[in-house]
C-alpha cells in the first residue's frame, strides 16, 4: 500500500515539477513506468539499466548519447574492440606490456557527451550530479563484481591542493554511499572504502597528450602507500572517474602490489576509447 502511495507522489510530483536535465539544461518531465535496477536487471542487462538510470537525470534526447562499454573488449586494460562480434581478448597493447593491475572495466564511453557531465561535475561545482553518476558506476560495480571478492575500495586520491581548490575528490564522491548500498544486498560481499590508504604525494600533470616516456617520469614517486598493513593480502579495487592512458591507475596498482596487495582491480565510470 505504502508503495503505491509514493509511487503516485512520485507520478504527481514529476507531473507538476519537471526535472531539469543535466547535460542540456531543458525541462523534462520523468518517465512514469520507471523500473528499479535491481541486480538481477543489473547482471542480465546492463546496456538497459544504464539507460533507466541516466533516464532519471537527463532527459528523453540527451538518455541514447550515453555509450555503454561493451563486450568485446580487452580482458586487461578494457578497451572496446571495434569489431563487434567475437569474444574478450587481450589487446595488442597489453600483450606487448601487460598491465600491474589484473583487470579494468568502465561503465560507459568517454565521448563529449559524457565529458561535458564529468566536467560538470568536476570544474562547475554541478555536485548533483554525483548521486546519479555514483548510481551508474554502482551498476557497473554490481555487473563486474561478482566473479571475484573486493576486500578494499580505493578512490584514486588528488593531490592536497588540488583536493583543497576543488573541495571534493569526485573518485570519492562517486563511491560515497556503496558501503550502505551493499549492507542492503543479499549477494555481495561486505567491503571497506579507503581514501586514506593511498596518496598523491605531488602535482602531475594531465596524462592525456604526454609520450610514453614523459608519461612515465610524470607519474614517478607521485604516489605512496601510507599504510601498507592495511592492503596487505587484500584484493583491492581502484576507483576513478575516467580511464584516458590508464597510466595513473597502473602506477597505483603497482605501488598497492608492492606494498603486499593480493590482486588490483579498475573500475572507472568512463573510458576513453
Ligand atoms: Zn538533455
Ligand atoms: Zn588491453
Not at 539507460?51 to 555503454?68: I, K, N
Not at 578494457?78 to 589484473?102: A, N, V, Y
Not at 578494499?152 to 575528490?169: A, D, S
Not at 607519474?219 to 579495487?237: G, H, Q, Y
Request: proline share 4%; net charge positive; aromatic share 10%.
Amino acid at each position: 500500500m505504502h508503495r503505491h502511495l509514493s509511487r503516485f507522489t512520485n507520478i504527481l510530483k514529476s507531473a507538476f515539477f519537471p526535472n531539469r536535465c543535466m547535460v542540456c539544461r531543458c525541462l523534462f518531465y520523468l518517465p512514469c513506468n520507471r523500473s528499479t535496477c535491481s541486480e538481477e536487471r543489473v547482471q542480465n542487462d546492463l546496456h538497459g539499466a544504464f539507460l533507466d538510470l541516466t533516464a532519471q537525470f537527463v532527459c528523453h534526447s540527451c538518455t541514447p548519447r550515453f555509450t555503454p562499454v561493451e563486450s568485446p573488449v580487452c580482458e586487461m586494460c578494457g578497451i572496446m574492440f571495434q569489431s563487434r562480434e567475437g569474444e574478450d581478448h587481450l589487446c595488442g597493447e597489453c600483450r606487448k606490456t601487460p598491465k600491474k593491475f589484473t583487470r579494468a572495466r568502465a561503465a560507459v564511453v568517454y565521448d563529449d557527451f559524457l565529458r561535458t557531465a564529468i566536467l560538470g561535475f568536476k570544474y562547475r561545482g554541478k555536485t548533483g550530479l554525483a548521486k546519479p553518476l555514483e548510481n551508474i558506476l554502482f551498476a557497473a560495480f554490481v555487473h563486474y563484481s561478482y566473479e571475484n571478492k573486493i576486500d578494499l575500495v580505493i578512490p584514486v586520491p588528488l593531490y592536497i591542493k588540488r583536493f583543497r581548490q576543488r573541495g571534493f575528490n569526485q573518485s570519492f564522491l562517486l563511491i560515497y554511499n556503496w558501503m550502505g548500498k551493499v549492507s542492503n544486498s543479499d549477494h555481495l560481499n561486505p567491503f571497506q572504502v579507503c581514501h586514506r590508504v593511498l596518496e598523491r604525494c605531488r602535482q602531475t600533470k594531465p596524462q592525456a597528450g604526454l609520450d610514453r616516456k614523459e608519461r612515465a617520469s610524470n607519474l614517478k614517486n607521485a604516489f605512496t602507500l601510507r599504510n601498507p598493513s592495511a592492503v596487505f593480502e587484500k584484493n583491492i579495487l581502484l576507483v576513478d572517474d575516467v580511464y584516458t592512458t590508464g597510466s595513473t591507475v597502473n602506477e597505483c596498482a603497482d605501488v598497492l602490489l608492492q606494498g603486499g596487495a593480493k590482486r588490483v582491480d579498475v573500475l572507472t565510470l568512463a573510458r576513453a576509447m
